[in-house]
């Protein structure tokens, strides 16, 4: 009972942002070759009764299938009537909302406690029959893997879709549950180093998300406090990148205001010179008796009456 509220409160909290983050990642690094994630899609199902295992996660695939996608320890034959059950208690999700039923895939990995051939992957009962897509997380090679994930984030660099996606399902490839809550924690100290909120964030949503069946409380609880103070901070961050965005904005205008008031007084300084040049162009010419038309036609700024004018001052200045 506590396992399952563990596993409720995880999806709840972290739904909305498995659903931007899962965008455009594949399961191309756990051997399924299925087209990129387009958006998760909710997982309550009410036509599943309350007491039978609740739905993993759900996906909206690029080319329009919706995939089913189902974590599994152990293999049980009875498993696939569970797995019948989410398949038509979605398509009578679909039918209650008026819309045609899309292609639906179920696709179960299974955790390193479980190799390839120990499962069967048709479920055949003369009129229904369910076809599986399984992965094997026990062939992942576990160390190797977080070796090169830590190498990567102890340099601060981003680490691409896949390595995201290896991040957080690595620790489900052990076989032991000790074995898996052990590198779960590992896993989770790893992700809070991620210098990336966005990274970050994902990596801590996707680990309490896809390990919801091992985990301890202990250990979801930590992981939803880094979560929360993940949030904060990208939210922290984009405020503080608002607040510079706005005071470089405040500078450029100011910046421009400056140039203009600048180029407005060299403009005027310019003005001012080239006029005092001209008046002492024409009082050259005025004390050497050019003809008032002739200084007029050499020096344009000036008309005939301020010409005239210039000169009684010039006359008036030599008595």
Do not use: W
Not at 45 to 63: G, H, I, Q, S
Not at 107 to 130: E, F, L, W
Not at 219 to 243: G, L, P
Not at 244 to 253: G, H, K, Y
Request: with cysteine.
């Amino acid at each position: 009972m506590v396992q399952e509220e563990i596993a409720y409160q995880n999806k709840d909290i972290t739904s909305k942002v498995l659903a931007e983050c899962f965008k455009g990642k594949t399961f191309k690094v756990y051997g399924l070759d299925l087209p990129e994630i387009r958006r998760v899609l909710p997982t309550n199902l009410p036509t599943v009764k309350a007491n039978e295992l609740r739905l993993d996660n759900l996906f909206e695939l690029a080319d329009g299938t919706v995939a089913i996608v189902d974590y599994e320890s152990e293999y049980k034959k009875e498993d696939k009537i569970k797995y019948l059950n989410y398949l038509t208690g979605i398509a009578n999700r679909y039918a209650k909302e008026n819309q045609d039923c899309p292609v639906l895939r179920m696709i179960v990995i299974y955790t390193g406690d479980i190799k390839r051939g120990q499962t069967a992957d048709r479920y055949d009962i003369g009129a229904v029959r369910v076809k599986l897509e399984q992965a094997f997380l026990s062939e992942l090679d576990s160390h190797e893997i977080f070796r090169h994930l830590k190498e990567k984030v102890e340099r601060n660099e981003l680490l691409d879709d896949e390595e995201m996606m290896e991040l957080i399902i690595q620790p489900l490839s052990y076989r032991k549950r000790e074995e898996k809550e052990a590198q779960i924690r590992e896993t989770v100290k790893l992700a809070a180093q991620i210098q990336d909120r966005g990274q970050q964030l994902f990596a801590l949503s996707g680990i309490l998300v896809f390990a919801d069946k091992v985990i301890d409380m202990e250990t979801a609880n930590k992981i939803r406090r880094a979560i929360e103070m993940t949030q904060v901070a990208r939210i922290f961050e984009e405020e503080k990148q608002q607040a510079l965005t706005q005071v470089a904005r405040i500078f450029e205008e100011e910046k421009q205001q400056a140039l203009t008031q600048a180029l407005s007084q060299a403009e005027k300084k310019h003005k001012e010179e080239k006029e005092r040049n001209a008046r002492q162009i024409v009082i050259r010419m005025i004390k050497k008796n050019y003809p008032t038309e002739e200084i007029v036609s050499l020096v344009s700024s000036f008309s005939q009456d301020d010409i005239e004018a210039l000169r009684k001052e010039v006359e008036r200045a030599e008595l």
